[in-house]
């Protein structure tokens, strides 16, 4: 299975900020992972598809990038309903693999 | 609009199975691979296998192998997921989700979860 490692578990940071979360994988995954949102009591939410790509409907202060084994997400502008768990998935290989998660806080 | 709704909470005791249930409406319930993810409190997402309904084709996760079953009832575009003997590893909310139809995969919709309890 592809493993994939996500960085930091946790971040804290206040309105405003410009936040990056860290994705790798165990190995060359393309451009195949996605990056999603969940926010407590509530099924995760898919913001970015094919590394880079916005899903309708989401704000633009969210990005990614990357390719093959490292991986990006950004908010460029931090703003309180972004709080929440962020998570990335490969789509490479069955199993379809999840990075343990970012839980992101308000400073 | 397209929805997924999942069955109601189950509390089962160690060696059984739970059997959870996933109805499709608002879209062709054929033209779209669905997906079962778990999620154990405070935990990450997992992934346990998926089902092609418009033939019944399905893919597990190594691990949950010989205990997950994922079938479909095409008459009532409802996706099933049994998972037998269970753990108190296997106290988890599970979901699930449909992929997305076009070139990309990723899951465009979720159902809204249910959590198992395994306990004594």
């Known amino acids: 299975d592809i493993q994939m490692t996500q960085s930091p578990s946790s971040l804290s940071a206040s309105v405003g900020d410009r936040v990056t979360i860290t994705c790798r994988a165990s190995?060359?995954?393309?451009?195949?992972l996605n990056w999603y949102q969940q926010k407590p009591g509530k099924a995760p939410k898919v913001l970015i598809y094919?590394?880079?790509n916005l899903e309708t409907g989401v704000p633009s202060r969210f990005s990614g990038s990357g390719s093959g084994t490292h991986f990006t997400f950004t908010i460029s502008s931090l703003q309180p309903e972004d709080i929440a768990t962020y998570f990335c998935?490969?789509?490479?290989?069955?199993?379809?693999?999840f990075g343990q998660g970012t839980k992101l806080e308000i400073k | 609009q397209v929805q997924l709704v999942q069955s109601g909470a189950e509390v089962k005791k160690p060696g059984a199975s739970v059997k959870v249930s996933c109805k499709a409406s608002?879209?062709?319930?054929?033209?779209?691979?669905m997906h079962w993810v778990r999620q154990a409190p405070g935990q990450g997402l997992e992934w346990l296998g998926m089902?092609?309904?418009?033939?019944?084709?399905?893919n597990y996760a190594q691990q949950f192998q010989g205990r997950v079953t994922v079938t479909r009832d095409t008459s009532t575009s409802i996706v099933y997921m049994e998972l037998s003997r269970l753990q108190s590893e296997d106290t988890a909310v599970y979901y699930c989700?449909?992929?997305?139809?076009?070139?990309?995969?990723?899951?465009?919709?979720w159902g809204q979860g249910t959590l198992v309890t395994v306990s004594s």
């Open positions: 989700a449909r992929e997305w139809g076009g070139a990309q995969v990723y899951f465009d919709h």
């Open positions: 608002g879209y062709m319930f054929t033209s779209y691979y």
């Open positions: 089902i092609i309904p418009s033939g019944g084709s399905t």
């Open positions: 190995q060359d995954i393309s451009n195949f």
């Open positions: 094919d590394a880079s």
């Open positions: 998935q490969q789509f490479h290989d069955l199993p379809y693999t």
